[in-house]
Each structure stands twice: as C-alpha cells, then as structure tokens.
C-alpha cells in the first residue's frame, strides 16, 4: 500500500509539472531540456556509454531548434534542416524496431551508441519541442494530446493485459505485455482521441483518431525498445528518479519515440489539402 502511494504521488507531480509547464511557451522548452539531459544521463547508463559527447550533441541539437522556435524563424534552410533530421530520426528508429525482431541483442558497437543517443533519444525530444512549436507557432495542446494518448494507451493496456491477457506480445523482451493489451490500450486511445478533439479544438476528430493509433502502435515499440535495452543492461528501471516508476527515461519512451512520427503526420496533414 505505501509502495503504491508513493507512486501516485511521484506519478501526479509528473503530471502536474509537465501541464502546468505548458502554459508558457520558455516553460514548456526548459522543461523538455531539463527531462531530455535526464534521460539521456539515464540511457547513456543502459547503454554504457561512458563519454559527454552525446551530451553535447544533445545540447546543440536541442539548443538550436530552442532558438529556431522562440526567435520564430521561418526559413526554407531551417525547414530542410528539420527535414533532415526527421528523414535520419525515423531511419533510425526503424532500425531499432527491426533490431527486436531479427536481434537477440540491440548490437552496441561505438558509433551505433551516438547514433542512438542522437538520433532515437536527442532527436525525440526535438520533435517534442517542434510539435509544441508547430510551424513556428506555439501549440501546446498538440503535444498535452499525445501525452494524453500515451497515458490512456499505457494505463488501459494495463489494466486490460492484467486483468485478461493471455496471449503475449513479446515474451522475449517483456514478459507481461500480452496482445489483449495492447488492443486494449489502443481501442481506449482511440475512444480518448474524439475528447481531446473536441476539448482542444486544435485538429478535427479523424486526424486525431489517426495520432491515437499512431501513438498506441510507435508508443509501444518504443516501450519494447527501452525494455530491451534494460534487459541487455541487466535493470529493471531505468533509474530512481521517480519513485515507485523507475527513471524518467522509463515514463518518456513511448513518447520519444512516438514524437518523430506525430511530427511527420502533422507535416503531412499541413501540406496536403
């Protein structure tokens, strides 16, 4: 019983600090930097990368998109940059996914940690900050919905896989996750996604049914990429930032690695009439 009220009490300070952040558009990008060293400090440990390279890449990176978004430029050089990125975020995402697959262990040769750390975990929160800041405009409710989606999609595959999973999803990496739940979580996230198309009036109610899915399906690869990581680690957590939860990195890493894909429907949804 204390175990899990310590939980809900470190559960709802996250929460609270992350909604009441998005209120200010400087809050909201401090914030995102503050957890994104933090779980890089984290996954830097998974991955026993013993260096501060990738802490200044992630500095750069985040800083310079930091400074796109509150200056508002508006440019075809930082939109090609931006493209860049997103184009060599997804590829390597893509990698990860097929690495569960076809890997009994995510192969960590040196180059592949910076390209890990980069461009799976740096990168994510970028296009966190980018689809806050969506065409240079300061979009708060896009990002506080797929947060919202996350955490339905999570807490529901939860409670339905507890309570009648039977058929595992990857027995390999995560013994618990069952394909009742999973359905589950993404039939409530898609349920959830006509309210917050209704009380956010920021996308109409089919784009957001689409983002539901496309959280429910990324998100919980992106569950199964942390997993695997921790398992080839040896950990349950990714740290003990958050008691009761774990690190930070594993509350995020449905949502890192979601973000490229939400910001590429976005892109998409923007340009095609």
């Not at 175990?3 to 998005?22: D, F, K, M, N, Q």
């Not at 991955?47 to 990738?54: G, T």
């Not at 996230?189 to 109409?204: N, Q, W």
């Not at 930032?241 to 490229?260: E, K």
Request: aromatic share 14%; proline share 3%; glycine share 6%.
């Amino acid at each position: 019983m204390k175990e899990l009220t310590i939980r809900a009490i470190s559960g709802v300070i996250y929460v609270l600090l992350l909604i009441s952040s998005l209120y200010i558009q400087e809050a909201t990008i401090v914030l995102l930097a503050i957890f994104g060293f933090i779980s890089l400090a984290e996954f830097s440990i998974l991955i026993k990368l013993k260096s501060f390279v990738q802490y200044i890449i992630f500095i750069i990176l985040y800083g310079g998109f930091w400074y796109i978004c509150l200056q508002n430029i508006n440019s075809t050089d930082s939109d090609e940059i931006v493209q860049i990125l997103l184009v060599i975020t997804i590829f390597v995402n893509l990698i990860l996914i097929k690495d569960l697959f076809t890997s009994k262990k995510i192969p960590l040769f040196e180059s592949k940690r910076y390209i890990a750390t980069t461009f799976y975990l740096s990168s994510g929160f970028v296009f966190m900050l980018l689809v806050a800041n969506f065409q240079n405009k300061f979009t708060p409710l896009l990002l506080l919905g797929g947060f919202i989606l996350v955490w339905v999609n999570d807490s529901a595959a939860y409670l339905v896989g507890k309570n009648f999973g039977k058929q595992k999803l990857f027995p390999s990496i995560s013994p618990k996750k069952t394909v009742e739940g999973f359905l589950g979580g993404l039939f409530f996230a898609c349920v959830s996604s006509y309210f917050i198309a209704k009380h956010t009036e920021t996308l109409g109610s089919t784009a957001w049914l689409i983002l539901a899915i496309i959280v429910s399906v990324l998100g919980t690869f992106g569950d199964l990429i942390e997993s695997k990581f921790k398992r080839q680690a040896n950990v349950k957590d990714s740290g003990v930032i958050m008691p009761g939860h774990g690190g930070l990195l594993d509350r995020l890493d449905s949502i890192i690695f979601a973000a490229p894909f939400i910001y590429l429907f976005l892109r998409i949804l923007h340009y095609v009439p």
